[in-house]
């Protein structure tokens, strides 16, 4: 089960900066000039998660696993790509494939750094990509509607099915609206059919500049009100920070983030942020060989959850043995918590909680 967030922007607002600190990589070329990111270039991530260590250290785990998201640096977006202006067509034949957007906005001024507006003003970008997607969702819902119609008009339940849920999608669009404003309640699904670029969860991240990583400035600011109006997610980060606390020694980066007064790496914050934009969440394996974390979407049933270890473990799914993340470490692993009448034998019907510690029986 993979699970992808695209980063996307204006070009020359950091992108492949972020991009190459998030992957520790210098695979996406990072250059002043637009469209230097040809290819959306992808990496994986570990996702930080502190309770991994300390399972390991109860379970007497020879290694930890964490469980990872995916990132892909997508080429910068221009005014007019819905038409197929710079590499328009390109960019959001990229973003309909990923599962998240974030949205790397400049927050700093810098006269060696061109910007393709030719001015600083992150709440113009925003509006401009948003605007952008909107326009090439409009235009992607209305060379479809005429058929659908004819398919309705014929019976066709699937057909009718679609367009009740494109219908009100489709004038907010004309309105000036996303698509994920106009989503019919629990036609969720439904309109991830569709494949629309504004349904997607949308994750801001404000690239400042190095001296107001911890505080964010007037420009992040502005974006913060955008952002709670939206009822979305933002980050501020400093991508120039991050590139160089990227090339350090893991021992030596906490000194590093504390010297600048940042309590941890903006990007361990962006993943997080990610990850909990897609609704996920993890569950935990512990073993002499290795603890390991696995990704699943919250809601998820056990048998479900123990496919994403392998598909013979659902097929095959009996129960699964249970203890929370806290019990596991109030009573020093699972025989502890077992004595204490905190270790569960859960069913086909259990919803896995956030920090289960996992056994699963199967028989196939």
Not at 165 to 182: C, E, F, S
Not at 209 to 226: C, L, M, P, V, Y
Not at 267 to 289: E, M, S
Not at 331 to 342: D, L, N, V
Request: charged letters at 25%; hydrophobic letters at 40%.
């Amino acid at each position: 089960m993979g699970f992808n967030c695209g980063i996307v922007g204006l070009p020359n607002v950091g992108k492949s900066t972020l991009f190459n600190a998030l992957t520790e990589t210098v695979a996406a070329q990072a250059a002043n000039y637009p469209f230097c990111t040809i290819e959306p270039n992808v990496g994986r991530v570990a996702v930080p998660d502190p309770r991994l260590e300390i399972l390991a250290r109860i379970g007497n785990s020879q290694r930890t696993l964490p469980t990872s998201l995916e990132f892909v640096d997508i080429a910068g977006l221009v005014r007019g790509a819905s038409k197929g202006e710079g590499l328009g067509n390109q960019f959001l034949a990229n973003i309909r494939e990923v599962d998240a957007i974030i949205h790397v906005l400049r927050c700093f001024e810098d006269g060696d750094i061109t910007h393709v507006e030719g001015s600083v003003d992150p709440e113009r970008d925003a509006e401009i990509i948003e605007l952008e997607l909107m326009l090439a969702d409009m235009e992607s819902l209305e060379k479809r509607e005429p058929a659908l119609q004819k398919r309705a008009r014929g019976n066709d339940r699937e057909a009718q099915q679609l367009l009740a849920v494109m219908q009100p999608i489709l004038a907010a669009l004309r309105d000036g609206r996303p698509a994920r404003t106009a989503i019919p309640e629990g036609e969720e699904e439904t309109a991830r059919r569709l494949q629309l670029m504004t349904t997607k969860p949308v994750l801001y991240v404000c690239n400042v500049d190095e001296d107001h990583a911890a505080t964010g400035n007037a420009f992040s600011d502005k974006i913060a009100k955008r952002v709670a109006a939206e009822g979305g997610a933002m980050v501020v980060v400093s991508a120039a920070i991050e590139a160089e606390v990227s090339q350090l020694a893991a021992e030596e980066r906490g000194e590093f983030l504390e010297g600048l007064g940042l309590k941890n790496s903006g990007l361990d914050r962006v993943i997080a942020a990610g990850y909990q934009l897609l609704g996920l969440q993890t569950y935990f394996t512990v073993g002499p060989k290795e603890t390991r974390a696995w990704t699943i979407v919250a809601g998820t049933k056990a048998p479900q959850a123990a496919a994403v270890i392998h598909n013979d473990f659902e097929r095959g799914f009996i129960a699964c043995e249970t203890v929370s993340y806290d019990d596991y470490v109030t009573f020093k692993g699972e025989a502890g918590a077992k004595e204490a009448g905190k270790l569960r034998i859960e069913g086909k019907d259990y919803v896995v909680k956030d920090g289960d510690v996992l056994l699963f029986r199967f028989n196939v």
